[in-house]
T-cell receptor
Framework: GQQLNQSPQSMFIQEGEDVSMNCTSSSIFNTWLWYKQDPGEGPVLLIALYKAGELTPNGRLTAQFGITRKDSFLNISASIPSDVGIYFCAGQGGSNYKLTFGKGTLLTVNP | DADVTQTPRNRITKTGKRIMLECSQTKGHDRMYWYRQDPGLGLRLIYYSFDVKDINKGEISDGYSVSRQAQAKFSLSLESAIPNQTALYFC????????????FGSGTRLTVV
């Protein structure tokens, strides 16, 4: 089946730093999504990407749909303590709209 | 009220016991999913249902069963719980006609002792 490789697995950064994470796949996806999971909660959708090459902002977050349709990137600028959590990428590549998830990136922000 | 509600939020049970985790949604979505989350392993799909009469196994269905009682309700059962089923369990829903992703519940933390 389809698999997503998400990296890095974890990051420890200082408040104010910028963050980048990415997902790659051997398969083409039609849609890429990025979720954030706060501690003790379920994942919440941050950004959805529908077109190759698309760059979509959401406040301090920006996500990009790779031109090959096999990768996606999420950047967070000027991190703050509430950015702490697990970030998941997800891809949708079939007609049934079922998602494939990456294993997540655990982000820790030191104040 | 939350769009996707999971009960209980936390549960401790003994090895060999039968346990049911419940999920209800007010999104009006046809599709519902059960995932398991373990540290470092991400979200793994246990079962999914595209409508009331449709049930499909996911990648880790062994030891689990599900019931789709109505469009809004999807339950996950562990017939005989074992310690390695200790995990965080999430229910999710989606509208199969769009690309707007899934809506997740807040999760059930299950501990099998």
């Amino acid at each position: 089946g389809q698999q997503l490789n998400q990296s890095p697995q974890s990051m420890f950064i200082q408040e104010g730093e910028d963050v980048s994470m990415n997902c790659t796949s051997s398969s083409i996806f039609n849609t890429w999504l990025w979720y954030k999971q706060d501690p003790g909660e379920g994942p919440v959708l941050l950004i959805a990407l529908y077109k190759a090459g698309e760059l979509t902002p959401n406040g301090r977050l920006t996500a990009q749909f790779g031109i090959t349709r096999k990768d996606s990137f999420l950047n967070i600028s000027a991190s703050i303590p509430s950015d702490v959590g697990i970030y998941f990428c997800a891809g949708q590549g079939g007609s049934n709209y079922k998602l494939t998830f990456g294993k997540g990136t655990l982000l820790t922000v030191n104040p | 009220d939350a769009d996707v509600t999971q009960t209980p939020r936390n549960r401790i049970t003994k090895t060999g016991k039968r346990i049911m985790l419940e999920c209800s949604q007010t999104k009006g979505h046809d599709r519902m999913y059960w995932y398991r989350q373990d540290p470092g392993l991400g979200l793994r799909l246990i079962y999914y249902s595209f409508d009331v009469k449709d049930i499909n196994k996911g990648e880790i269905s062994d030891g689990y069963s599900v019931s789709r009682q109505a469009q809004a309700k999807f339950s996950l059962s562990l017939e005989s719980a074992i310690p390695n089923q200790t995990a965080l369990y999430f229910c999710a829903t989606s509208d199969g006609s769009s690309n707007y992703g899934y809506t997740f519940g807040s999760g059930t933390r299950l501990t099998v002792v």
